[in-house]
Each structure stands twice: as C-alpha cells, then as structure tokens.
C-alpha cells in the first residue's frame, strides 16, 4: 500500500524595506514619499500577522531587500529570511523559486507585498492548483499579477520584462510556448498609484483584515487625499467572509 507524502510549501512574500523614496514611488510622487513608505510598512505588518498564523500548512519565508536591511526586526518571526539577488525583479524572482528549491520546497508561492488585502484562501487555492498543475497565476486588473507559483524546478519567468501592462498575458504566453501547465487565480488588485487608494480605501472601510493598514490610513489622512470626508476606516475584522478575507 502506498502512503501519499505531502509536499514541502513555501509561501513567500516579496519586500523591501520601507524607506521613503526607495519604495511605492509612483504612489510616494502624489501623496509624497514619507506618506507611502509609512503606508507600505503597515502592508508588511499586516501581511506578516496574516501568514505568520500557523496551521497554513506552508512554511512563511521573507525575500527582502537591501541585503543589509534587517527584516527580522522588521516583520518579526517566520519560517526563514533570505536577501533578493538579481539585476531586476525578474532575475530576483527566478532566484527565490531556484532558492526554494534548493532548500527543499517541492512547491512555492510567491506573493507580493503591495496587496495588503489578499486573504489566505487566495493563498491556499494557489497550493492547491499546484497540486495538479506546474505554474499559477494570480492576475491584478492593471495588466500584472500579484501572485505567482510553481513547482520546483519550473520557470515560466524567462526573461520577460517586469512592471508593463501585459506581464500577465505575456507570462501565460510563455507558458504555452515551453508547455507548462498554468493555473490562473480570481483577478485581484494592488497598491501602486493614488487611484488605487481609492480601492484601499473602499476596503477599509468595510470588515477587513488589515488592522495596521487601516490605522495607518487614518494616521496618514490619506482619506482627505482620495476617499469623501465622512470615510472613517474600519477598525475590527469581522465578518470577513463577506468580503473575501479569511474565515
């Protein structure tokens, strides 16, 4: 009789440390970069309590940069910490999943850290698909993804350039060429440029599962900037299956 193994999972997050001008800069030239380097610390802090919860059943690792920055301190405990190496994100990409393989993960998810909203499940049907298939994708509606995974070994990556209105579409393409079997996830949507806080802001409002964002939103009155003037962020996280968070 045989015995299923389950495989090795690593889910990991992207980042930078926040430092103003280094990162969310397109967002940092309209609300200024002290603003979005403050607002983009509170996605790392709510993103490293969402996945830091156990019984997941993946191992959370932080893939940061600059090599010296000092992300323990930063985003607290996790399964392992590691410096980015690469020219540009595509090469820093190809080095986590090679990284990851390396280190014995069978299957590895890679999410970015500008999505402060993308909940668990999302996560979690992305392991599952790649229970059955070699690659999965989660789009954003802006052209790019906000979450990439691959079983180890794989590389849809090539050389596609990153941050251009087709990434998505161009990943898939290349996908079909070196016929790896590709899994797309529910559009989602990330932190970019001012227009995207009005999302945020809509997301806040309503239950959520960033508490640190939310205060940082109403820190920041970055409600005056994009959202009417009677918005007031939600503080709690409750019913958060009615908007797609964890439940």
Same mark, same amino acid.
């Given at each position: 009789?045989? /015995?299923? !193994?389950?495989? %090795?999972?690593?889910? !990991? /997050?992207?980042?930078?440390?926040? !430092?103003p001008g280094t990162v969310k800069t397109r967002l940092g030239q309209t609300i200024g970069h002290p603003r979005a380097a403050a607002l983009y610390r509170a996605?790392? /802090? +709510?993103? &490293? *309590? %969402?996945?830091? *919860?156990?019984?997941?059943?993946? +191992?959370l690792l932080w893939a940061f940069a600059p090599a010296e920055a000092d992300f323990p301190a930063l985003v607290g405990a996790a399964d392992g910490y590691f410096a980015q190496e690469g020219a540009d994100w595509t090469e820093r990409q190809r080095h986590i999943f090679r990284w990851t393989a390396a280190h014995g993960y069978d299957q590895t998810v890679l999410i970015a850290s500008d999505s402060p909203q993308l909940p668990a499940a999302t996560v979690s049907a992305a392991f599952v698909a790649l229970d059955t298939d070699a690659a999965v994708l989660a789009p954003t509606d802006d052209g790019g993804y906000s979450l990439i995974g691959q079983q180890a070994g794989g590389d849809i990556l090539g050389s596609i350039p990153m941050s251009t209105a087709t990434v998505y579409d161009d990943l898939r393409a290349n996908a079909r060429a070196r016929r790896i079997t590709l899994h797309s996830l529910s559009t989602t949507w990330d932190v970019d440029e001012v227009s995207d806080l009005h999302r945020l802001a809509?997301?806040? &409002?309503?239950?959520?599962?960033?508490?640190?964002? &939310?205060?940082?939103?109403?820190?920041?009155?970055?409600?005056? +900037? !994009?959202?009417p003037v009677s918005f007031v962020p939600h503080n709690g996280v409750e019913n958060l299956s009615a908007t797609g968070g964890e439940e």
């Open positions: 009789m045989s /015995i299923a !193994v389950s495989p %090795r999972r690593a889910l !990991v /997050i992207g980042a930078k440390a926040p !430092v996605f790392l /802090i +709510d993103l &490293a *309590r %969402r996945f830091g *919860r156990s019984g997941h059943g993946y +191992d809509t997301y806040l &409002a309503g239950p959520h599962d960033a508490p640190a964002t &939310a205060a940082a939103f109403r820190h920041l009155r970055l409600w005056n +900037d !994009v959202a």
